[in-house]
């Protein structure tokens, strides 16, 4: 049930709150994937992590799904589309899933970052969860 938060949709905000228990199941799960794209660390991995991502993606509802591989890289370019209204502009959502190796925390860099993939999951659960639309009387 929704909080009653003022200026916010209570429809949309129960739908949200209803979604957020597999978002964060799939969040674990992602972020549990070792997905080093650096070198010395072994590819499997990133593929993990590429399958799920389009596993998510389909899960979604995206039906066009594509992969761009570029020389010299490991894990494929991962490209979801979904048509937007006649009318309405193109947005682009940006960001990976394949994370640096841990750093040395003696001269203060970070351990391996896990922060990108919150934001594949944020992207891709922003897809399924459309504003109602209201009929004019």
Do not use: N, W
Request: proline share 12%; hydrophobic share 40%; charged share 25%.
């Amino acid at each position: 049930m929704s909080t009653g938060r003022p200026g916010h949709d209570p429809e949309l905000v129960d739908r949200v709150e209803a979604l957020l228990p597999t978002l964060v199941d799939d969040l674990k799960r992602l972020v549990a994937i070792p997905s080093v794209a650096t070198d010395g660390f072994p590819a499997e991995p990133l593929f993990e992590a590429h399958d799920f991502v389009v596993e998510l993606l389909r899960d979604a509802g995206v039906e066009s799904i594509e992969q761009l591989r570029i020389e010299g890289k490991t894990a494929p370019v991962v490209i979801g589309r979904i048509p937007a209204p006649d009318g309405a502009p193109t947005v682009l959502l940006y960001t990976h899933y394949d994370v640096v190796p841990a750093g040395d925390l003696e001269l203060g860099t970070p351990r391996r970052s896990r922060q990108p993939r919150s934001t594949v999951r944020c992207t891709v659960a922003a897809q399924p969860i459309p504003r109602p639309t209201s009929s004019a009387s």
